[in-house]
């Protein structure tokens, strides 16, 4: 079956330390897109990519990276400067430049807690 | 700047009983609009979306939406709500590029037995 996949469901880090999130998608798509969840917030985009190699900031870009080496793969680092990361990661794809524009796919996503 | 309003927080409605969830855009152009459903600790799935055509889409589950462009809005409804659809809703609009969605901050729908 094609999809997303997050891995791990939950996290747990000590401050300070660097965490990377996995997100893999076998739906052969060329947009891919990581999200933050908090309670009452609503969805907020982090990073997104439209091809391999290429990679834009989102709204809340800073104390993150990431990285798209290959189409199916696009980790999140939560780096020691981001100053809240305790929350819910969502990583969603979608096919991109098919002239239309479309829906996106999400994974289960990955609960991060750094205490 | 392209943004969604969702203006109910949370609602409760009985089993069987309707079910409207409000969905408020603002969007210079004729909007791409969806709506999304997350149960908890999961990711997100979509219900329905509108690009263009009949105002009035079908989805997933039972649940259909109206788009409405002289009241900038897309609500939710469904004719007889199960336990099974208590969820967090979220209404969404392509905008700010690139095609990226902006979603709204959720109505969180609780179902009474």
């Known amino acids: 079956d094609g999809g997303i996949t997050q891995s791990p469901k939950y996290l747990f880090r000590k401050e300070g330390q660097n965490v990377t999130l996995s997100c893999e998608q076998n739906?052969?798509?060329?947009?891919m897109y990581w999200y933050r969840q908090d309670p009452g917030q609503g969805l907020r985009l982090i990073y997104y990519?439209?091809?391999?190699?290429?990679?834009q900031k989102g709204d809340i870009a800073e104390g993150y990276s990431v990285s798209r080496e290959k189409k199916e793969s696009f980790p999140l680092t939560v780096t020691s400067a981001q100053k809240n990361p305790t929350a819910f990661y969502l990583c969603?794809?979608?096919?991109f430049g098919a002239g239309g524009v479309n829906e996106q796919y999400f994974g289960p996503g990955t609960r991060l807690t750094v205490t | 700047a392209q943004s969604v309003t969702q203006p109910d927080i949370h609602i409760t409605v009985s089993e069987g009983a309707s079910l409207e969830l409000r969905c408020n855009y603002s969007?210079?152009?004729?909007?791409?609009l969806f709506w999304y459903v997350q149960s908890p600790g999961q990711g997100l799935q979509l219900l329905l979306k509108y690009f263009s055509g009949d105002t009035l889409v079908q989805g997933i589950k039972g649940f259909e939406a109206e788009f409405k462009r002289s009241q900038s809005s897309f609500n939710l409804r469904k004719p007889s709500v199960h336990w099974s659809d208590a969820a967090e809703y979220f209404c969404?609009?392509?905008?700010?590029?690139?095609?990226?969605?902006?979603f709204g901050k959720g109505t969180r729908l609780h179902i009474l037995p």
């Open positions: 969404a609009v392509v905008g700010g590029g690139d095609d990226k969605i902006i």
């Open positions: 739906l052969n798509h060329d947009a």
């Open positions: 969007y210079g152009a004729t909007p791409y």
């Open positions: 990519s439209q091809i391999v190699n290429d990679f």
């Open positions: 969603a794809s979608s096919v």
